[in-house]
Nanobody
């Protein structure tokens, strides 16, 4: 399994922006299907965005579409989540996840991913 380390969380005002990064061990990120999930206090972990291995097609939850962008830094194979127009309801711990292969119909399911980071806190204040 690949080791994942997230960074970039913090506190931001409503309407602001943050950029999260996820560094996979060994620089092998491009070989994996990767995603961001988030978990707010008292709620289940939920899907945010997914990027396919190699080809790089992206998919988003409707709640973040048009505001968040998932991408890879090709030079480092780092996974990026650029978040803008942040809302208080975006407050959560954000997790990076990866797996060798995931069928498209299963990308929103936490059990589809073999590797997880420890998470980074994002807090959006009013």
């Amino acid at each position: 399994q690949v080791q994942l380390v997230e960074s970039g969380g913090g506190v931001v005002q409503e309407g602001g922006s943050l950029r999260l990064s996820c560094e996979p061990s060994g620089g092998a990120g491009r070989r994996y299907a990767m995603a961001w999930f988030r978990q707010a206090p008292g709620k289940e972990r939920e899907f945010v965005a997914h990027i396919r291995a190699n080809g790089g097609h992206t998919y988003y939850d409707d709640s973040v579409k048009g505001r968040f962008t998932i991408s890879r830094d090709n030079s480092k194979s780092t996974l990026i989540l650029q978040m803008s127009s942040l809302k208080p309801e975006d407050t959560a711990v954000y997790y990076c996840a990866a797996s060798d292969y995931i069928i498209l119909s299963a990308i929103r399911m936490t059990q589809s991913y073999k590797s997880w980071g420890r998470g980074t806190q994002v807090t959006v204040s009013k």
